[in-house]
């Protein structure tokens, strides 16, 4: 059974920076695809960023593109999100997921398993 611990997240005022993480569990993952989605309130879960494990092939968002990195640890399993110069429209909760293989990597339905979510809130 994969789990997907997440860790990380809180307050911030708009400029500063946080670090998310994501321990994965239950399997190995190369061929896996590790995405990071956020969901505002009243909004649809939108894709942040996607990894593909085997060779570190990276997506990233246009909205987020140049402010976060996405990078890892293979030895610990371990998927980190590096949020700076955050805005006040990044505030949503975040989750990581994980799914077979890179295609359709920005369907939030394509993802086999998915983390707790974590509360990401930045101030003006």
């Known amino acids: 059974q994969v789990q997907l611990v997440e860790s990380g997240g809180g307050l911030v005022q708009a400029g500063g920076s946080l670090s998310l993480s994501c321990a994965a569990s239950?399997?190995?993952?190369?061929?896996?695809?590790m995405g990071w989605f956020r969901q505002a309130p009243g909004k649809e879960r939108e894709l942040v960023t996607a990894?593909?494990?085997?060779?570190?092939?990276?997506y990233y968002a246009d909205s987020v593109k140049g402010r976060f990195t996405s990078s890892r640890d293979n030895a610990k399993n371990t998927v980190y999100l590096q949020m700076n110069s955050l805005k006040p429209e990044d505030t949503a909760v975040y989750y990581c997921?994980?799914?077979?293989?890179?295609?359709?990597?920005?369907?939030?339905?394509?993802?086999?398993?998915w983390g707790q979510g974590t509360q990401v809130t930045v101030s003006s």
């Open positions: 997921a994980v799914k077979r293989f890179w295609t359709d990597y920005a369907n939030p339905h394509r993802y086999d398993y």
């Open positions: 239950g399997r190995t993952f190369s061929g896996y695809t």
């Open positions: 990894l593909r494990w085997s060779d570190f092939t990276i």
